[in-house]
């Protein structure tokens, strides 16, 4: 139960990290202030990192990790691209990033109590991924 656990946990970090990436990606050419982009690549390099740490450790249990639901990744790009069509502004990219971080964090909560057996590490992962997330949101609510 443990294993399995762990490996489930590792592996909505796994998406969770690749829809955050994702996120950064759609929206970062549109920032127009430095401090603003800078907060979002340093976010971006820290999931990088954490996404590594976690593919090591989901190649021990012979597993490749998760995708992130088509469906999930294909409403976000809608809803970003037709929202900074309507306004493409830092005010815009705080709204849709907050909300992604905070749905981000929400799912954590959820998968940190259903796979409780999970080990010591998965769950410091997926505890430092909601750090991070916890972090961006504080960082860029100033754009709001």
């Not at 759609?26 to 907060?39: A, G, H, L, T, W």
């Not at 690549?41 to 989901?58: A, D, F, P, Q, T």
């Not at 490749?64 to 005010?91: C, F, H, Y």
Request: with cysteine.
């Amino acid at each position: 139960m443990i294993e399995q656990d762990t490996v489930r946990l590792l592996r909505e970090c796994d998406a969770g990290i690749q829809m955050g990436i994702s996120a950064i990606d759609d929206v970062i050419d549109y920032v127009q202030n430095k401090e603003f982009r800078q907060d979002l690549v340093s976010c971006k390099n820290s999931h990088i990192l954490l996404k590594e740490e976690i593919g090591r450790l989901l190649a021990k249990y012979h597993d490749e990790g998760k995708e992130p639901a088509i469906m999930a990744q294909g409403m976000s790009w809608l809803k970003t691209n037709v929202r900074l069509v309507m306004n493409e502004s830092d005010q815009t990219i705080a709204d849709l990033m907050t909300d992604g971080c905070n749905m981000g964090t929400k799912s954590l909560h959820k998968y940190l109590n259903q796979y409780q057996a999970a080990d010591a590490l998965s769950k410091d992962i997926a505890k430092r991924l909601i750090g991070l997330e916890e972090n961006l949101t504080a960082n860029i609510r100033k754009y709001l």
